[in-house]
């Protein structure tokens, strides 16, 4: 990649909840922009950190034993094999950064899964 990303312009794409898209990759990493509105599946990634980072409104990410409640400018890594649920209210929009190949609900198929999140 050689052009600066502008997120607001590429978050401005898309209106669906809970479809990372691709905005970036680095180191074997990719580095994607979700739109969040509600609960998630109760999930965890066996080999994987994952990283939030709150763009716009109030992210919480729940585990069995706490939660964590994000605004805007935080951002919290979820521990490889630590079980999760991101919870949004309100839309929330997010940025993450996470190994390439990384499945969105981790170890849980569901309606919500992304076998190949698209690049934008």
Do not use: C
């Not at 909840?17 to 580095?31: K, S, T």
């Not at 929330?92 to 190949?101: N, S």
């Not at 499945?103 to 992304?114: P, S």
Request: glycine share 6%.
């Amino acid at each position: 990649m050689t052009d600066k990303v502008n997120l607001q312009d590429k978050l401005a794409l898309f209106s669906d909840h809970w479809r990372p898209r691709i905005v970036g990759e680095l180191n074997g990493h990719q580095v994607k922009l979700a739109k969040l509105k509600g609960e998630f599946v109760w999930h965890r990634h066996e080999h994987e950190d994952e990283m939030f980072l709150v763009l716009k409104g109030t992210l919480v990410i729940r585990m069995r034993d706490r939660a964590v409640t994000l605004q805007p400018g935080e951002m919290y890594i979820v521990p490889r094999d630590t079980e999760h649920q991101p919870v949004a209210d309100d839309e929330v929009h997010v940025l993450l950064v996470e190994p390439a190949g990384t499945l969105n609900t981790g170890d849980v198929r569901d309606a919500l899964t992304v076998d190949r999140p698209s690049t934008i």
